[in-house]
C-alpha cells in the first residue's frame, strides 16, 4: 500500500544535540511538507519541498534544517538552535495541486513525538 | 496574523445529532478549503473539500458550506458517531501556490453515546 512513513514514532533528545527525523513516501508525490503540532497552535509549516533538490522555508524554519536528495525522502533536522523543539512533527506530501490531487489535499504520515529531556 | 481562524476549541454534541464546526477566513486569494480529521498521535486524514466556486459539497454524512461573502465555511455531520470524535482542521489553499496549505487551529469534536 502506498504511503507516507515517519520514524521513530517517539524521539527522546538531550539538550544541545541534533536529531534527524525520518519521513519516507512511496505515493510518487512532488511536494513533501513538515509541520509542526503543538497544544492550541494547530499546524505551522516548518519546510516544503516541491521537487528534488529544492526546498522552502515555512513559517517557523529557524532551528530546522532539511534536505531532498530523493524524491521520496524528506529529512527534517532538528538542531541544537531550535530553542523550543518538544513538539509532534507530522510529514506530509501531495502532488501539484490541481485536479484530484488538489481534492484531497495532503497526505500526511503518522507523526514522529519529539521530546527534549 | 491568522488566515484560517477555528474560533471553538471544542465542541461536545450527542450521538445522532447535527455537529456543526465552523471556520472563518482573511485571505480573499483562499480558493480551495479542506477538512481534516485528526486522532491523538496520528496524522491527520483527509475528510472532505470544496472548491470556491460551489458553496456546497456533501459526502455521505458529511457536507461542507461556503459562504464567500461572509468569509466562512462550516462542517455539517449527520447523525454524528462516537467514532467521529476527533479534532478537525479547516485549511485553505492560496490561488497561485499549488502546494502550500494554510491550517486552522482546530476544533476537538466529543460526540457522546
Known amino acids: 500500500d502506498g504511503g507516507i512513513t515517519q520514524s521513530p514514532k517517539y524521539l527522546f533528545r538531550k539538550e544541545g544535540q541534533n536529531v534527524t527525523l525520518s519521513c519516507e513516501q512511496n505515493?510518487?508525490?512532488?511536494?513533501m511538507y513538515w509541520y509542526r503540532q503543538d497544544p492550541g497552535q494547530g499546524l505551522r509549516l516548518i519546510y516544503y519541498?516541491?521537487?528534488?533538490?529544492?526546498?522552502q522555508k515555512g513559517d517557523i524554519a529557524e532551528g530546522y534544517s532539511v534536505s531532498r536528495e530523493k524524491k521520496e525522502s524528506f529529512p527534517l533536522t532538528v538542531t541544537s538552535a531550535q530553542k523550543n523543539p518538544t513538539a509532534f512533527y507530522l510529514c506530509?506530501?501531495?502532488?501539484?495541486?490541481?485536479?484530484?490531487?488538489?481534492?484531497?489535499?495532503?497526505?500526511f504520515g503518522s507523526g514522529t513525538r519529539l521530546t527534549v529531556v | 496574523d491568522q488566515q484560517v481562524k477555528q474560533n471553538s476549541p471544542s465542541l461536545s454534541v450527542q450521538e445522532g445529532r447535527i455537529s456543526i464546526l465552523n471556520c472563518d477566513y482573511t485571505?480573499?486569494?483562499?480558493?480551495?478549503f479542506l477538512w481534516y480529521k485528526k486522532y491523538p498521535a496520528e496524522g491527520p486524514t483527509f475528510l472532505i473539500s470544496i472548491s470556491s466556486i460551489k458553496d456546497k459539497n456533501e459526502d455521505g454524512r458529511f457536507t461542507v458550506f461556503l459562504n464567500k461573502s461572509a468569509k466562512h465555511l462550516s462542517l455539517h455531520i449527520v447523525p454524528s458517531q462516537p467514532g467521529d470524535s476527533a479534532v478537525y482542521f479547516c485549511?485553505?489553499?492560496?490561488?497561485?501556490?499549488?502546494?502550500?496549505?494554510?491550517f486552522g487551529k482546530g476544533t476537538l469534536l466529543t460526540v457522546n453515546p
Open positions: 485571505n480573499s486569494m483562499f480558493d480551495y
Open positions: 506530509a506530501s501531495s502532488t501539484p495541486g490541481t485536479g484530484s490531487a488538489l481534492r484531497y489535499g495532503y497526505t
Open positions: 505515493l510518487n508525490h512532488d511536494a
Open positions: 519541498s516541491q521537487i528534488v533538490n529544492d526546498f
Open positions: 485549511a485553505a489553499r492560496t490561488r497561485g501556490s499549488n502546494y502550500k496549505l494554510t
